[in-house]
């Protein structure tokens, strides 16, 4: 089974805490691609950050990195020293290149920054 | 300028009234997603095309179909509206060699 799991419903994070968001992952495919996006209330589809199943070194985008752990099956996202801005929904993601490059969704995990 | 252009923002229909969103891309990507997205859920992957190939999900309802007609296009239909189709419709793109998937704004759809 393909699937991506995200078991945060919500957090509460202090500004300029770093947060961590879980994402576990399952599937037998050996060539994904594991995402993050970010949601917040206007609906558009940010994209934070890309992890290759190949990958040797964990991905980084400025503020971003994402904690990446083949052998547990986990792509858990860091977001250091959060802003106000970051409070959004956050949606981990993995496309699936031998699936015809398929792209599924975890739950989202609802993320608020407190001031 | 906008790469992932879906039309229109908002669309309302009536109950079992055939309804029709657009995609378009100029980002000659070869492939292209369609995903349902009801409040406060996750994106739910509908169908996409791998250039013409049509990639159907298991669990995706008979009633929404959909057309590429070349590369920079995607169109969904959906046939007969229930009051349970009222979601966010999200249209993506992507390639083989990118690390991303691009969305457009997304169509909400009402149905009355």
């Known amino acids: 089974a393909q699937k991506i799991t995200q078991t945060q419903p919500g957090m509460f994070v202090q500004e300029k805490e770093a947060v961590t968001l879980d994402c576990t992952y399952d599937t037998s495919d050996p060539s994904y691609g594991l995402f993050w996006y970010k949601q917040p209330s206007s609906g558009e589809m940010i994209f934070l950050i890309y992890q290759g199943s190949y990958d040797q070194q964990n991905a980084t985008e400025g503020r971003y990195s994402l904690n990446f752990q083949k052998a547990r099956k986990s792509a858990n996202l860091v977001i250091s020293a959060s802003q106000l801005g970051d409070s959004a929904m956050y949606f981990c993601a993995m496309r699936l290149y031998s699936s015809a490059s398929k792209i599924i969704f975890g739950s989202g995990t609802r993320l608020s920054i407190r001031p | 300028d906008a790469m992932v252009i879906q039309n229109p923002r908002y669309q309302v229909t009536q109950f079992g009234k055939p309804v029709t969103l657009s995609c378009s891309q100029t980002?000659?990507?070869?492939?292209m997603y369609w995903y349902q997205q009801k409040s406060s859920q996750a994106p739910k992957l509908l169908f996409h095309?791998?250039?013409?190939?049509?990639?159907n999900e298991a669990d995706t309802p008979d009633n929404f179909q959909s057309r590429r007609p070349n590369t920079s296009f995607c169109f969904l239909d959906i046939r007969s509206p229930g009051l349970g189709d009222a979601a966010m419709y999200l249209c993506?793109?992507?390639?083989?060699?990118?690390?991303?998937?691009?969305f457009g704004q997304g169509t909400r759809l009402t149905v009355v």
């Open positions: 993506a793109t992507s390639r083989v060699g990118i690390t991303e998937a691009f």
């Open positions: 980002l000659n990507h070869n492939v």
């Open positions: 095309y791998y250039d013409k190939d049509f990639n």
